[in-house]
């Protein structure tokens, strides 16, 4: 898998969000992004105060989990720069950007200034920032200006949308590769029509 997402890497898998795709919950989302994009010869960083499903998609992942002080850069650079894990290794940082417990904002700017300086994927739980920070809520990560430098952008439907479900934002290389590997994404049921219809009514 790592093999696989190196060469994804070399063809653009971050930048812009392009294209994005759904979840039954934010839940099934986290679980099943995480295992789909590193797996047991990777590294997942998460914040030591994220979301269960964010840890819980890391174990299932089987990669190596480093947990960095909550909100706190230097840490994940100190342990990103110790963990390089190897040539083509891919290693993972994920955060929420408002968390559930404590209501506080990761520092996402700096946060995408390590993951850049080591060539690190991103990934952002914005499930609490959708339609409350940015721009027509659109979330965190734009309301910080740092879109463009987030890989993959999660959030939820059922928060500040009032409806139901999870989506997933990157480049057309990320969904592509989501939709043909995230088994939990091609072995379940989409969400029902009413459901997409209510969330794309509140966007």
């Keep these: 898998m790592c093999r696989r997402l190196g060469a994804l890497r070399a063809k653009q898998i971050s930048g812009n969000p392009q294209a994005a795709l759904l979840f039954p919950s934010g839940y099934q989302a986290n679980t099943s992004i995480i295992p789909t994009l590193v797996d047991r010869t990777g590294v997942v960083l998460c914040d030591r ?3 269960h499903s964010i840890l819980r998609g890391a174990q299932l992942s089987r990669a190596r989990l480093l947990r960095f002080e909550h909100n706190d850069p230097e840490h994940l650079e100190k342990l990103i720069t ?8 891919v290693r993972l940082i994920v955060t929420e950007s408002i968390f559930s417990m404590d209501g506080d904002r990761a520092p996402l700017a700096e946060i995408c200034d390590v993951a850049e300086r080591h060539g690190a994927l991103l990934m952002v739980d914005d499930a609490h920032g959708t339609g409350v920070l940015g721009e027509g ?6 309301h910080f200006g740092v879109d463009p430098l987030i890989d993959v952008k999660m959030g939820t439907l059922g928060k500040a949308l009032g409806a139901f479900g999870a989506y997933v934002c990157g480049s057309h290389a990320l969904i592509d590769y989501l939709i043909n590997a995230c088994r939990s994404f091609i072995y379940t049921t989409g969400l029902p029509p009413p459901v ?4 794309r009514e509140a966007l």
Aim: proline fraction near 0%; aromatic fraction near 0%; charge should be positive.
């Design 49 to 51: 105060r994220s979301h």
């Design 82 to 89: 110790r963990e390089n894990g190897g040539s083509g290794c």
């Design 137 to 142: 809520g659109r979330g965190t990560a734009s």
């Design 196 to 199: 997409a219809a209510a969330a």
